[in-house]
Every structure is written in structure tokens, then in C-alpha cells.
């Protein structure tokens, strides 16, 4: 079974911080990119950051950069999404994914960052964000 399982959302302050997790079981996390994604009530579902297999090649969302770090750690097979200075459109449920690596690199050297959600092939069932004071 090839499994994605988010964690580390909850209910925030703006300015604060949250850390999410993403663990991944049922394949060779080696192969695969991951990106995260959120979908806010009544919109679509958009792209917020994807690192490459190897963690060499991070990609960030305009509304992101500089707020929002991701990472990851292949071998305890778990990605992480760190959130820093969270405002209230934050708000979402953020979902991670994987893309084969090829797939990866071959859509970020033609058009740019993967953000196409239908080029991830697995997802994870999503973990609340709320920013709120």
C-alpha cells in the first residue's frame, strides 16, 4: 500500500509558526518528489512547495518564499512543510504528494515548477490549518 500521512496542523495566532509532517510508506521515497499543496474553502487546490528526490532542487510559491521552509529526511521517510510568520489566508487544508522524480525534473526543466496537481500520482488525506486570532 503507498501511503501519505499528514500531520502538525492545528489552530494558530498570525505571526506564529506550525510544522507540518508528511510520512510516506509503501515505496522507495528516493524515487519520488514531493509537493505540498492546500485548498482553501471554494478555491481550487494550489501548489506551495515540491523538493526533489534528493533535496537538492526546493521550490516555493510566490506567497510563501520567505515564510515557508521544506525539507526532507529519506531515511525516517517524512517530509516536512516549516511555516513561519502565518497570516490568515493561510488558512487551509494542506495536502502532500508525490511525483516520480523523472516526472519531476522533466516538467521543472520545460515549463517550471510541478503545481499541476494531476502530475502527483499519490496524496495524503490532508491536515487543517487555521490561522486565526
Known amino acids: 500500500q503507498l501511503q501519505l500521512v499528514e500531520s502538525g496542523g492545528g489552530l494558530v495566532q498570525p505571526g506564529g509558526s506550525l510544522r507540518l509532517s508528511c510520512a510516506i510508506s509503501?515505496?522507495?521515497?528516493?524515487?519520488?518528489?514531493i509537493g505540498w499543496f492546500r485548498q482553501a474553502p471554494g478555491k481550487e487546490r494550489e501548489g506551495v512547495s515540491c523538493?526533489?528526490?534528493?533535496?537538492?532542487?526546493?521550490q516555493l510559491a510566490d506567497s510563501v518564499k520567505g515564510r515557508f521552509i521544506i525539507s526532507r529526511d529519506n531515511a525516517k521517510n517524512t517530509v516536512y512543510l516549516q511555516m513561519n510568520s502565518l497570516k490568515p489566508e493561510d488558512t487551509a487544508v494542506y495536502y502532500c504528494?508525490?511525483?516520480?522524480?523523472?516526472?519531476?525534473?522533466?516538467?521543472?526543466?520545460?515549463?517550471?515548477?510541478?503545481?499541476?496537481?494531476?502530475?502527483?500520482?499519490?496524496w495524503g488525506q490532508g491536515t487543517q490549518v487555521t490561522v486565526s486570532s
Open positions: 523538493i526533489s528526490s534528493s533535496g537538492g532542487s526546493v
Open positions: 509503501g515505496f522507495n521515497l528516493d524515487y519520488y518528489a
Open positions: 504528494a508525490a511525483v516520480p522524480s523523472d516526472v519531476f525534473h522533466k516538467v521543472l526543466a520545460g515549463i517550471g515548477p510541478p503545481w499541476d496537481p494531476s502530475e502527483y500520482d499519490y
